[in-house]
């Protein structure tokens, strides 16, 4: 079994072990993520691809954080300290999206307001449909071109380049240039009622708006 594969099995069976928990069967899982009875069954069994944006959703909707998914041992409820180093053994693995790949790279305890995340698309990857969610994030190409779609508009971002959203605002992301694309995402949730709650609210996955026009990066326009 390759590693990605064994990651996609052990990630299907704590998402089941905490639907479990919870007393939920997965038509009651579907109904409170939006996301399909089907969908879910096959990303239990390690049948289909995990994105940020589903993930979000699902652990918001179990009342756990995305630390639950992926930690072997008990960490706190909320972060303190956490380093991530660039080279060597990585403590977070590598998720397999449609697309893109995706790694986390700090937040997830129960009560983070903020996650970070590593995405990686290769030559004309793209996420295959708009997302939106609660709360705000900001976005950082490390390398390679990327075309950052929000509503019905499309931010071209090179190298160096950023772009911070409402992540109520529909948004995805793909490849523009000819090699590697990464780019580093720092996403903060809405705090429930003004206190620390759970990870995330719901978010909904909406289909690719019509009528989709260039723009110009934010760099640009202040040049």
Same mark, same amino acid.
């Given at each position: ?6 990651? !996609?099995?052990?990630?299907?069976e704590? %998402?089941?072990?905490?639907?479990? =928990?919870? #007393?939920?069967?997965?038509? +009651?899982?579907? *109904?409170?993520?939006?996301l399909?009875e ?6 239990e069994?390690?049948? !289909?691809?995990?994105s940020?944006?589903? %993930?979000?959703?699902?652990?918001? =909707?179990? #009342?756990?954080?995305?630390? +639950?998914l992926? *930690? ?7 972060t303190?300290?956490?380093v ?7 403590s ?15 937040g ?11 995405l990686?698309f ?5 996420m ?7 709360g ?11 075309d ?7 931010h ?36 429930h009622d003004?206190e ?7 978010g ?20």
């Amino acid at each position: 079994m390759t590693r990605e594969a064994q990651i !996609a099995r052990e990630l299907g069976e704590r %998402l089941r072990s905490a639907r479990l =928990a919870n #007393g939920l069967t997965l038509a +009651a899982l579907a *109904a409170r993520t939006g996301l399909s009875e089907a969908f879910l069954s096959r990303l239990e069994r390690a049948q !289909a691809a995990a994105s940020v944006a589903n %993930l979000i959703e699902i652990t918001d =909707a179990l #009342g756990i954080g995305m630390d +639950a998914l992926f *930690a072997e041992d008990k960490r706190p409820q909320r972060t303190s300290v956490a380093v991530h180093r660039g080279k060597g053994k990585a403590s977070q693995p590598m998720i397999e999206a449609q697309g893109y790949r995706w790694q986390r790279l700090g937040g997830g305890a129960p009560r983070d307001r903020l996650g970070a995340f590593l995405l990686t698309f290769d030559k004309g990857g793209k996420m295959p449909a708009m997302v939106s969610h609660a709360g705000q994030e900001y976005c950082a190409v490390l390398s390679g071109e990327i075309d950052f779609h929000v509503g019905h508009e499309v931010h071209r971002l090179r190298a160096g380049d950023g772009i911070f959203i409402s992540s109520t605002l529909p948004h995805r992301v793909e490849n523009a240039g000819t090699g590697v694309a990464r780019l580093l995402m720092a996403a903060a949730h809405e705090p429930h009622d003004g206190e620390g709650g759970e990870w995330w609210e719901p978010g909904i996955v909406v289909r690719k708006p019509q009528g989709v026009t260039k723009t110009k990066s934010i760099l640009e326009d202040a040049t």
